[in-house]
């Protein structure tokens, strides 16, 4: 699921797709799109590495996925640019996700050890 996941956003990044123009405050729904996307990205690539201890690995190589995407947009095409707040919003998700994952896992193992 993790690597449909990388191609699926891989793609996304890549085509051209109408930005809808949805504002809340001055944070643009297109961030909230970016944290979500990478979050779930970061949370498939630590389920499925979790046994290999691989969580810093992990985080480092979706933050660098996310940049490479974002450089990609502005050399590949002529249609989507890079945006540092996309980037950011990139790193929040994979961070979130980190939180999420540790969170769980110090849940699973409070449990497993109360058996």
Sequence with gaps: MAIIT??????????????????????????????????????????????KG???AVILGVTLYGILMEVLQSVLTDYRTFELMDMLANTMGVFLALIAFLLIEKKQFKLLNSL
Aim: charged fraction near 20%.
């Design 54 to 56: 691989m969580k810093f």
């Design 6 to 51: 990388t191609v699926a956003i891989a793609i996304l990044s890549l085509m051209k797709v109408e930005k809808p123009d949805v504002r809340f405050s001055n944070f643009d729904i297109d961030k909230i799109g970016h944290t979500i996307a990478y979050f779930v990205l970061g949370f498939l690539w630590l389920i499925a590495l979790h046994k």
